[in-house]
């Protein structure tokens, strides 16, 4: 009995879920939001004592402080994942998380604008970790039943770190200003006023690094070739279901094996699928919304933390265009590239909201305390800063599991997306006249505006995938759609922090605002160029509050017919 014991130990079920590896990875991914998330707090001051108390352009600096690091990741992202095709997965992860503690530290030393910069860009060209993790998850996963939980681990770990650090960074950041008796003004974190959050950052990735050194198992083995369908990692399935483990490129083979045998189920190495899907490091762009910032069309969690999946479809035309392996037609349609476009105005509206909104509550006002102030800010402290956008965090994250499930179930995917992007100007109009509201509503105010935006991208971003996806004329072409939305949106993100900066600088705070709801306005006028039509649902995990069950709801349209909740998009 214990040597059968000791060998169940040895030799564990490998198609049980990976509960201990994908808890040593997220212990990996945890650390990382911690680092990113924290320097939104204290940005903008800090550039400003950098600069010799000079506040002029600040609003720009900072914001490229933010975009250098994904920038950085998305130069040296495809060179990390054909290293950890040849090296293994583990010693990229660990030099990723070593990327981003070396970073951390220059970032809490520098006395130069530059060096920060540097840091900064250093950081991310060190770390590949976005992609590399994404393909160990998949290279976990034995089961597609499990692949929902096992993905969806992923943004939720991102979350819970970006909520933290952005109250480690509010609360951790000047520590001789605010906390005196502990640390004095000639002391070590007195010269180097924002060097506790980041030292505290790389203490959490050190021990992060240690686990993953004893713990974290190998899921790509350097010396065996990724993808050849002999490993001891690959995936057997038996259906012709194009997903995130279907190699985007090598066509040739999957040709070759359809010739050799019709009847015999093909293999699909998850390790091959997932390394040859598009690689685009965004995450490191911190967003308040506990949304995952990179996606891949062929999952069915829409980097979400609930499994949203489309069902078959209800027309024997559209289901020989889905499934047809032969499809040799465009890739690209008019739906898809108007989805795309609106997709990335809400990812540039939303960016520039999540460095702006700091910025507004950091700078000094211009005006009277209760007069409109259309040009300064709010006059807050970094310890202001954190907690408001920690408490914004919860708050996401409770509507992403609780509120958007039913949402979505209850209104449909089509109208639970065009309802928020019309509404979502709303979310950027407070902001400017909270100055001239009663100091007992200017707290209120601010959270008023988070929870909008929260809520609004929450729903529009899985949404807007679920549509992307749907308008997608063949699995075959899913990564090709996939690249374009990924890339489109990363430069959307990584320019809005410093254009809206500039505006900022130039025009004031109410100039900022109004240029995202104006952006967020352009997205309504849009809309009205979005083909859409009746035709597939969904299931949301967990919807309409069934205590996890996965829910179907359908329902007559305008014409009397009845059709699924969730519409198709006209191609």
């Not at 960016?351 to 209760?370: C, E, R, V, Y």
């Amino acid at each position: 009995m214990p040597s059968d014991r000791r060998k169940a130990r040895e030799d564990p079920d490998p198609h049980a879920f990976p509960t201990k590896q994908l808890t040593i990875l997220a212990i990996c991914r945890f650390s990382e939001p911690i680092a990113f998330n924290s320097i939104l707090a204290y940005t903008y001051v800090m550039v400003q004592d950098l600069n010799g108390g000079d506040g002029a352009d600040a609003s720009f600096y900072a914001g490229l402080l933010v975009s250098a690091y994904a920038v950085a990741e998305a130069l040296t992202a495809i060179g990390w994942g054909a290293l950890s095709d040849r090296y293994g997965r583990k010693p990229i992860v660990l030099i990723g998380l070593g990327g981003v503690a070396i970073s951390s530290l220059i970032f809490g030393l520098a006395t130069k604008y530059w060096v920060a910069l540097l840091a900064r860009f250093i950081g991310g060209a060190l770390n590949g970790n976005v992609a590399v993790m994404q393909t160990m998850v998949a290279e976990m996963v034995k089961l597609p039943e499990h692949e929902p939980a096992a993905y969806a681990t992923q943004p939720f770990v991102w979350t819970l770190g970006g909520i933290v650090g952005s109250a480690m960074g509010g609360f951790l950041a000047q520590p001789a200003k605010f906390y005196p008796s502990v640390f004095p003004a000639d002391g070590l974190f007195g010269r180097y006023p924002y060097l506790l959050p980041n030292l505290v950052s790389v203490v959490v990735i050190v021990l992060a690094i240690v686990q993953g050194v004893f713990f974290l198992e190998e899921t790509n083995p350097p010396g065996g070739r990724v993808g050849d369908l002999k490993t001891a990692h690959e995936s057997v399935f038996e259906d012709d279901e194009a997903d995130e483990r279907t190699p985007l490129q090598g066509q040739q083979r999957r040709q070759k094996e359809n010739r050799g045998s019709s009847s015999v189920p093909r293999r699909r190495s998850a390790s091959l699928a997932a390394t040859d899907r598009p690689l685009f490091a965004e995450e490191s762009l911190p967003v308040p919304v506990p949304v995952e910032q990179t996606f891949d069309l062929r999952r069915s969690s829409f980097g979400t933390v609930r499994s949203v999946k489309l069902l078959p479809p209800t027309s024997p035309k559209q289901h020989q265009q889905q499934d047809d392996e032969n499809y040799t037609g465009p890739a690209f349609n008019f739906t898809i590239v108007m989805i795309t476009v609106a997709f990335v105005l809400v990812s540039y509206h939303q960016m520039a909201f999540n460095t702006l909104l700091p910025t507004h509550l950091l700078d000094k006002p211009a005006a009277a305390p209760g007069h409109l102030d259309l040009i300064g800010g709010l006059g807050y402290t970094v310890h202001d800063v954190g907690a408001y956008l920690a408490v914004n965090g919860i708050v996401g994250l409770l509507i992403q599991a609780i509120i958007f499930p039913v949402f979505v179930e209850r209104v449909g995917v089509w109208h639970s997306f065009a309802s928020n992007v019309a509404l979502y100007p709303l979310a950027y109009v407070v902001m400017p006249f909270l100055s001239a509201a009663p100091p007992s509503l200017v707290s209120p105010g601010i959270y008023l505006s988070l929870v909008l935006q929260s809520f609004f991208g929450i729903v529009v971003i899985p949404c807007a995938l679920i549509l992307l996806k749907d308008a997608t004329p063949s699995p075959r072409v899913l990564g090709r759609v996939n690249g374009l939305a990924m890339s489109a949106c990363c430069l959307a993100r990584t320019l809005s922090p410093p254009l809206v900066g500039i505006v900022y600088s130039a025009g004031g705070s109410a100039a900022a605002w109004f240029s995202c709801a104006g952006v967020a306005a352009l997205g309504v006028v849009q809309l009205f160029w979005v083909p859409r039509k009746h035709g597939r649902a969904v299931t949301v995990e967990g919807g309409g509050g069934g205590g996890g069950a996965t829910t179907t709801k359908t329902r007559p349209d305008q014409r009397g017919e009845g059709v699924a909740s969730t519409p198709s998009i006209a191609e």
